[in-house]
């Protein structure tokens, strides 16, 4: 079974440019979570779709991050502008649901690592 | 608050001995806990999930205990390898279905020869 895919791997900025990371989930797997993880830091829910729909984007900062999931498959999450403490490594993940409501197979992907500079 | 804290922070230890991390949580209502194995620069692997009901559950050698009523979970790694060294996060689910999951800050691991 194909894994949680992410790209880019890595990514250097300079402060107030844009950024975009790209994700592609398990195949069947309805729910799809953005995480950021700063160093040394457990990561942090920035997002959680269900197919399209957005569940939980209290933790989001809004006036730079962004992000949608068209069609319910791929996820794309932007920053616009970056800021210096916006580095960390940008975590996606996916599960799914069963009819119990059990979250089940929640797989991360290898991550993208930002360093603003 | 729901809450997952880690000890230790940080651990060394020689090739081949045995370890314990301990994780205690405060979360509730308790639907599963994980612990998880990150490498550096890669995103965490799943290792073991226990619902309330396990007391524990093994991995090659990796074994997770649970006590609900402490609400206290240890992860021991037994004839640990070089390859072992990485973080080791405990999550909780406070609830099945779309509540977020609860994050410890890890315990890095670093295993010498």
């Known amino acids: 079974e194909a894994g949680v895919a992410q790209s880019p791997r890595y990514k250097i900025i300079e402060k107030r440019q844009s950024v975009a990371f790209w994700c592609n989930p398990i195949?069947?797997?309805?729910?799809l979570y953005w995480y950021q993880q700063i160093l040394g830091q457990g990561p942090k829910l920035l997002i959680q779709f269900q197919n399209n729909g957005v569940v939980d984007d209290s933790q989001l900062p809004k006036d730079r991050f962004s992000a949608e999931r068209l069609k319910g498959v791929d996820s794309t999450l932007k920053i616009q502008p970056a800021k210096l403490e916006d580095s960390a490594v940008y975590l996606c993940?996916?599960?799914?649901?069963?009819?119990?409501?059990?979250?089940?197979?929640?797989?991360f992907g290898s991550g993208t690592r930002l360093t603003v500079v | 608050k729901n809450q997952v804290e880690q000890s230790p922070q940080s651990l060394i230890i020689l090739e081949g001995k045995n370890c314990t991390l301990q994780c205690n949580y405060t979360v509730s209502p308790f639907s599963n806990l994980r612990w998880y194995k990150q490498d550096t620069g890669r995103g965490p692997v799943s290792l073991t999930i226990m619902t309330f009901s396990e007391n524990t559950k093994s991995n090659g050698r990796y074994t997770a205990t649970l006590d609900a009523d402490t609400k206290q979970s240890s992860l021991h790694i037994t004839a640990s390898q070089l390859s072992d060294s990485a973080s080791y996060i405990c999550v909780v689910s406070p609830n099945s279905g779309n509540t977020p999951l609860v994050f410890g800050k890890g315990t890095r691991l670093s295993v010498i020869a």
């Open positions: 993940a996916s599960s799914a649901l069963t009819g119990t409501g059990q979250d089940y197979g929640y797989t």
């Open positions: 195949s069947g797997h309805a729910t």
